[in-house]
């Protein structure tokens, strides 16, 4: 290779500042990045410069295995387009192999068994934030990382709210290092009028662009920006909805125990006093106590998964309780839209320290799940909401 090719394939010389690994101390480096920002190609230069320290065996890790041949490996800035050719390793089957012994295997993240057996001294996971099976495959990656002085790995995504991608941004031994797509001055005119153009400060353009982690959903029917913090208590009727578990095991969804009151021609949501993996007199009793708490009017309860069995555990609690039961005919999504509508009129109010409630609003999709969970304090909510103000939108003064 010639004077030119040395300098063509020296990536220090080309590398964006983001696109380096990180000085100190680090097991995690963990590269955010918009569209276009260079990821893909700081992925392969990195494998690349430990294949030639002689580090291996590393692991290339995608959400489905052509992913990662195709993007990984022979992509535009895949592995075998930054090697230089007398130094490019084979492909053969599932693994890269290079001339000085150094292996390089190619792993699906929706298949997590996969990662039962092998050790690597590295890996590289790319888009992380798409994983179907992200905890499930990152984790048991991480009992095959334990092969030489210093295990490292570099995961590079389009960030997205995930948990798993929460939880490596708090883990200490993570070092983050950005970027937007804007700092790729290589990209096509095009794409940058068009796309950048047109998507630039919305949210959507902020996560793909900009490379920041969006908490909220783009398809969410919450934002964190509708959310008000309560001036006041109740003015009107308070109830205490309930959405039971089918079962009291430690492994059951929660059982969502929301306190709600009516307020001008609102709300106020004004506790969450939601409990998992607990039996069925255990969360009766709380939701009872939140009745008194509060001097609730009823408790609203949803009976699909107990019918009479529901009233009836609440009944043993305290048989003066008033008990309204309610019956989900249509699907979460569709349920909570009306209560959505009342957020973005400005009509609900929050107490505060809510957090867990608004994280699992913001989290809810299309398919009725909040991070692959039962909303379980969201429905709570719902059937208070829905008790509230939408079967009354007329305000009522309590005991009238």
Not at 97 to 102: E, F, I, K, L
Not at 133 to 160: C, H, I, S, Y
Not at 184 to 200: I, P, S
């Amino acid at each position: 290779m010639g004077e030119l090719g040395q300098v063509f394939y020296k990536w220090s010389t080309w590398a964006y500042p983001h696109q380096l690994p990180p000085e100190g101390d680090w097991t995690t480096w963990l590269l955010l990045g918009g569209r276009g920002a260079g990821k893909t190609r700081a992925g392969a230069e990195w494998v690349r410069g430990l294949a030639e320290a002689g580090i291996g065996p590393i692991a290339l890790v995608s959400e489905t295995m052509s992913e990662v041949e195709a993007i990984m490996v022979r992509g535009e800035s895949g592995i075998l387009r930054v090697c230089p050719p007398h130094e490019r390793p084979r492909l053969v089957e599932n693994t890269l192999r290079w001339s000085n012994g150094v292996e390089a295997h190619l792993l699906p993240a929706a298949d997590p068994e996969r990662f039962r057996g092998p050790q690597f001294a590295a890996a590289w996971c790319d888009e992380i934030g798409k994983w179907s099976k992200a905890e499930a495959a990152f984790d048991m990656l991480q009992f095959g990382l334990r092969l030489g002085d210093n295990p490292r790995q570099l995961v590079t995504t389009t960030p997205r709210a995930t948990r798993l991608l929460k939880r490596l941004l708090a883990d200490p031994a993570t070092q983050v290092t950005r970027a937007a797509t804007r700092i790729n001055q290589h990209l096509a005119h095009t794409f940058l009028k068009t796309v950048v153009g047109r998507y630039q400060g919305t949210v959507l353009g902020r996560q793909e662009l900009d490379g920041e982690l969006i908490e909220d959903r783009i398809d969410a029917l919450w934002r964190r920006g509708v959310f008000r913090t309560a001036t006041g208590g109740a003015d009107g009727r308070v109830v205490v909805a309930v959405d039971p578990p089918v079962t009291g095991t430690a492994r059951a969804d929660a059982c969502g125990i929301i306190v709600a009151g009516r307020q001008g021609e609102g709300a106020v949501v004004l506790e969450d006093a939601t409990l998992k993996g607990i039996a069925p007199q255990v969360w009766a009793e709380r939701a009872v106590a939140a009745y008194r708490a509060h001097e609730a009017d009823c408790i609203v309860v949803e009976v699909n998964q107990g019918g009479d069995l529901v009233r009836q555990v609440l009944h043993q609690a305290d048989p003066s309780v008033p008990v309204r039961t309610v019956w989900a005919s249509r699907g979460k999504w569709v349920r909570a839209e009306p209560v959505a509508a009342l957020y973005a009129r400005g009509l609900v109010s929050h107490v505060a320290g809510l957090h867990a409630l608004e994280d699992e609003m913001c989290a809810l999709g299309p398919d009725g799940r909040a991070e692959g969970h039962s909303p379980d304090r969201l429905d709570a909510l719902v059937w208070a909401l829905t008790e509230l103000v939408l079967n009354d939108q007329r305000p009522r003064v309590r005991g009238v």
